[in-house]
């Protein structure tokens, strides 16, 4: 059986730093059938002239859709990065974190054998800025994940409500997903969580135990800026306002607990500290 095609998706922003060992660790995965898409989101750094120079230096084998443009928003350009894949199945991975080989195959493999997954994520290890191991695994290391409720559909489901702890670029999906739950919401720039939230809810998002890629920490990371922390506490009480209806019946009162928590966070606290 042929191998499924899979589309290597990179929505890319400033990261002249980190780009090129992002583009080589797609290159040097042993995957036979992929192409890569990638859109430049308005970079103000060197980000769009080295993507150009790696591709005339590198001239893969497989296919290369590149497009530069002003910048619009991470939601938006993960839309239109869909809209441009061929592939039946789906990789995201930031320009700024890399693939470990043989990440797409064990996801490619998993879906595969579980027709009615239509996502699967997998674990990662995290590094610094300058490629240094920092955690052999970013769900437990990063993160506190309880990994073994991220086997059935419930368990994984009540940690993404309850204990938000997937890292970035871990995530495979068939491209028909989002026919299932529609796009990302352009509304928000913290896509992520509402996304998943949506995949887990219908039962639709699948796990596999393996390191697939690399996620880096840098002082550029939005999660780790300060001046963005309540800015992100109020991206996270829309996301759960807005999926409070539509969380299966018993996983409301842990919805509305988080409704409660960033409200806490995003306006509660911060009034007291100041």
């Not at 080589?24 to 120079?53: A, C, F, M």
């Not at 996502?119 to 995290?126: L, M, T």
């Not at 739950?181 to 219908?202: F, P, T």
Request: with cysteine; aromatic share 10%; charged share 30%.
């Amino acid at each position: 059986m042929a191998a499924q095609k899979v589309s290597v998706r990179i929505p890319a922003y400033n990261h002249e730093k980190y780009i090129e060992r992002c583009l080589d660790s797609v290159l040097e995965d042993s995957y036979p059938n992929k192409e890569l898409v990638i859109i430049n989101d308005g970079s103000t750094d060197r980000t769009p002239e080295l993507i150009d120079q790696w591709i005339k230096k590198n001239q893969p084998e497989f296919p290369v859709l590149y497009e530069s443009r002003e910048n619009r928003g991470l939601p938006k350009t993960l839309n239109e990065l869909v809209a441009l894949c061929c592939g039946k199945y789906l990789v995201s991975l930031a320009s700024d974190d890399y693939l470990l080989d043989g990440g797409i195959e064990e996801r490619v493999r998993y879906l595969d054998e579980h027709t009615d997954k239509f996502a699967v994520i997998s674990d990662c290890i995290v590094v610094d800025d300058g490629g240094n191991l920092l955690h052999d695994s970013g769900l437990t290391g990063l993160y506190s994940a309880k990994v073994e409720k991220y086997y059935n559909a419930d368990g994984l489901l009540d940690e993404i409500i309850s204990n938000w702890s997937v890292p970035g670029p871990v995530l495979m999906v068939r491209r028909s997903l989002y026919d299932k739950v529609g796009q990302y919401n352009e509304k928000l720039e913290v896509e992520d969580w509402d996304l998943y939230i949506r995949m887990a809810s219908q039962k639709l998002l699948g796990f596999v135990n393996k390191k697939v890629s690399a996620y880096r920490l840098h002082d550029k990371n939005i999660c780790r800026r300060s001046d963005k922390v309540i800015w992100s506490h109020k991206q996270r009480l829309r996301i759960a306002i807005k999926n409070l209806a539509n969380v299966p019946s018993g996983y409301k009162i842990s919805m509305l607990r988080q409704v409660f928590f960033y409200f806490y966070l995003a306006f509660i606290r911060r009034g007291n500290s100041m």
